[in-house]
């Protein structure tokens, strides 16, 4: 098979890559400004001009540029001073320097200050399209071998963490620092950041040689989390007929990982408490104790120290839990994360459903980073598999106002309580089922039986309706 492309279909690439390409021309002369603009603006998908770096920069915090082609002799910053300003920053946009004075020491500065090409001025149209095709397809290249690399390191069930952006090299950090001990971990965030991954993260950099256990606190009975977590011995309780290990005796020398901690029983945080500061467990109807080794790592939304002051969660365990707390950062919050996270999943899922990934133009990654992502980097996966099917980015996903604002009419009075929220968007999805509890649950992510529970709490609190 031959995997060489021939220069017609090298052609083809690069003309669809210009295509989709937002270009910056940096030059103090309004001539080569109107020359560049004349012969790219319609075969790209933007070109914007600057006469000064000054005003580039202004642009370039506006708008997101793939390829700058910037004079190295501006009025005020130069050209170099600039990109090395950009460079000390992070910032690693693929450059062109233009310029009609070009010696040996300035050739060899713009090389060192991360050049992709050096082009004399004056020069043809031809010319400098053969600079932007050598740039441009080192650039897919370049993204392509960093996917090529993610996929390597996420061999084993996604465990990866993608992301350049500070929080992200931030957390990462800690990862490493706190995977190798014995401590527990509380991971915070809102939904879809992905809690469960960091728990995943930091049990395959323990080296523990037991295994990872997850479960979801808050989508079981409260009635059978004890008999879940601790197992139970024949006869325990009517039904029991054999012995039964739970989830912390399987997960004995690897990681239980308890999602959506808060939902625990009361009951339950107290033997989960005794196991892990004695290090013993007993299963339900039990008369021994059993030594066990094992790691947990706990996962929230909700303020657990708020709900410990309010006598909702035992303060003791919070405090046993918390003894290191990683935050994932929403994906709002990850800026360029946005970019590398959705080649990430295009790759990842145009394989599964094999389909051709879809070349994403400039406007596309525009909405992208325009959007608030409320579901996170689940949500934004959810979008990239929507592009792969329908071919284009469905922009009516991405909902009509980007913007955030304060709650208003019909959302909840800024005074009002986390339990008070809960209760009124509760008493919301049950109207509009017709008070179908089991729908209403499986909408809610809760069994029915939680439901109820919360219902019979409101009934018996006095505030009736």
Same mark, same amino acid.
């Not at 979801?216 to 006869?235: A, H, M």
């Given at each position: 098979m031959n995997l060489m492309k021939s220069d017609g279909e090298l052609e083809l690439v690069f003309n669809r890559l210009l295509r989709s390409a937002a270009i910056l021309v940096v030059d103090d002369e309004p001539g080569m400004r109107n020359f560049l603009k004349r012969a790219f603006e319609d075969r790209c998908a933007l070109l914007e001009v600057a006469g000064s770096a000054e005003e580039a920069e202004a642009l370039r915090l506006r708008y997101h540029f793939d390829l700058l082609l910037v004079d190295i002799r501006l009025p005020g910053l130069s050209g170099l001073e600039w990109m090395e300003k950009l460079r000390e920053r992070g910032?690693?946009?693929?450059?062109? %320097?233009?310029?009609? %004075?070009?010696?040996?020491?300035? @050739?060899?500065?713009?090389?060192?200050?991360?050049?992709?090409?050096?082009?004399?001025?004056?020069?043809?149209?031809?010319?400098?399209?053969?600079?932007?095709?050598?740039?441009?397809?080192?650039?897919?290249?370049?993204?392509?071998?960093?996917?090529?690399?993610?996929?390597?390191?996420?061999?084993?069930?996604?465990?990866?963490?993608?992301?350049?952006?500070?929080?992200?090299?931030?957390?990462?950090?800690?990862?490493?620092?706190?995977?190798?001990?014995r401590s527990t971990v509380l991971v915070q965030g809102e939904n879809g950041v992905g809690k469960a991954?960091?728990?995943?993260?930091? &049990?395959?950099?323990?080296?523990?040689?037991?295994?990872?256990?997850?479960?979801?606190?808050?989508?079981?009975? +409260?009635?059978?989390?004890?008999?879940?977590?601790?197992? %139970?011995?024949?006869? @325990?309780?009517?039904?029991?007929?054999?012995?039964?290990?739970?989830?912390?005796?399987?997960?004995?020398?690897?990681?239980?990982?308890?999602?959506e901690v808060a939902h625990l029983p009361e009951s339950v945080q107290a033997k989960l408490l005794?196991?892990?500061?004695?290090?013993?467990?007993?299963?339900?109807?039990?008369?021994?104790?059993?030594?066990?080794?094992?790691?947990?790592?706990?996962?929230?939304?909700?303020? *657990? @120290?708020?709900?410990?002051?309010?006598?909702?969660?035992?303060?003791?365990?919070? %405090?046993?839990?918390?003894?290191?707390? =990683?935050?994932?950062? +929403? *994906?709002?919050?990850?800026?360029?994360?946005?970019?590398? =996270? @959705?080649?990430?999943?295009?790759?990842?899922?145009?394989?599964? =459903?094999?389909?051709? +990934?879809?070349?994403?133009? &400039?406007a596309d990654w525009e909405k992208l980073h325009a959007y608030h992502w409320p579901g996170n980097v689940r949500e934004l996966r959810n979008v990239v598999e929507r592009t792969l099917l329908l071919g284009e980015l469905p922009t009516d996903s991405l909902g009509k106002d980007n913007t955030v604002s304060a709650p208003t009419e019909p959302g909840f009075p800024l005074d009002w309580s986390m339990e008070q929220v809960e209760r009124a968007h509760i008493e919301a999805v049950l109207e509009s089922l017709g008070n179908n509890k089991s729908a209403a649950a499986r909408q809610l992510g809760v069994s029915r039986k939680t439901l109820e529970r919360k219902q019979a709490l409101w009934s018996g609190s006095g505030d009736e309706e």
């Open positions: 910032v690693r946009t693929h450059v062109i %320097y233009m310029t009609a %004075y070009a010696d040996l020491e300035m @050739a060899v500065a713009a090389l060192r200050n991360g050049a992709d090409d050096f082009i004399m001025k004056p020069f043809r149209t031809e010319q400098i399209l053969v600079s932007m095709r050598r740039t441009l397809m080192r650039r897919q290249i370049l993204r392509e071998n960093s996917l090529l690399r993610l996929q390597l390191e996420q061999m084993r069930e996604d465990d990866g963490l993608v992301g350049e952006s500070e929080a992200m090299q931030t957390l990462s950090s800690l990862i490493q620092r706190v995977a190798a001990t991954l960091v728990a995943r993260v930091l &049990h395959r950099l323990s080296r523990r040689g037991g295994a990872f256990i997850s479960f979801n606190c808050g989508t079981v009975d +409260p009635d059978q989390i004890d008999s879940e977590l601790f197992g %139970y011995i024949k006869g @325990a309780f009517e039904g029991a007929n054999q012995t039964r290990d739970g989830l912390i005796a399987h997960a004995d020398k690897g990681t239980l990982f308890l999602d005794g196991v892990l500061e004695r290090g013993v467990l007993r299963p339900l109807g039990g008369a021994r104790e059993f030594p066990i080794d094992v790691r947990v790592i706990a996962a929230t939304t909700s303020d *657990l @120290a708020q709900l410990g002051t309010s006598g909702m969660f035992r303060a003791d365990l919070f %405090y046993r839990l918390n003894a290191m707390q =990683l935050q994932v950062p +929403p *994906l709002r919050e990850r800026g360029r994360d946005i970019e590398l =996270l @959705a080649a990430h999943f295009m790759e990842q899922l145009s394989s599964e =459903l094999r389909l051709a +990934p879809v070349q994403l133009l &400039h």
